[in-house]
């Protein structure tokens, strides 16, 4: 059983950088792969970012974010983070931190445990 907690959500404008944070508690974090996904206005939710169990291991980025934003996690401090720079007004969205225990591939069916969302809105 495993609760996620995102924070550092909020207002920014074009061009500017934020970074949220998910916080694990309550189970084995080490165990889950670790992703965000995203639901902006009037869309559907989709993949952003994936990290395997390890703070060394490789990440996974969908195209519209590659080279924006940065997927973490610390095992020591049971969290996950999502740098994100360069912002655009198309990142406004919701964004939820996941867990998952698949080997390989994160998507919509395999995330095991989800995190409340919180909130970025890009300003033009």
């Known amino acids: 059983q495993l609760q996620l907690q995102e924070s550092g959500g909020g207002l920014v404008e074009a061009g500017g950088s934020l970074r949220l944070s998910c916080a694990a508690s309550?189970?084995?974090?080490?165990?889950?792969?670790m992703a965000w996904f995203r639901r902006a206005p009037g869309l559907e939710r989709e993949f952003v970012a994936a990290?395997?169990?390890?703070?060394?291991?490789?990440?996974v980025y969908t195209d519209s974010v590659r080279g924006r934003f940065t997927i973490s996690r610390d095992n020591g401090r049971n969290t996950v983070y999502l740098q994100m720079n360069s912002l655009k007004a198309d990142d406004t969205a919701v964004y939820y931190c996941?867990?998952?225990?698949?080997?390989?591939?994160?998507?919509?069916?395999?995330?095991?445990?989800w995190g409340q969302g919180t909130q970025v809105t890009v300003s033009s």
């Open positions: 990290i395997g169990w390890l703070s060394t291991s490789p990440t």
């Open positions: 309550g189970g084995a974090f080490r165990t889950y792969r």
């Open positions: 996941a867990a998952t225990k698949a080997l390989n591939r994160v998507d919509l069916g395999s995330v095991a445990y």
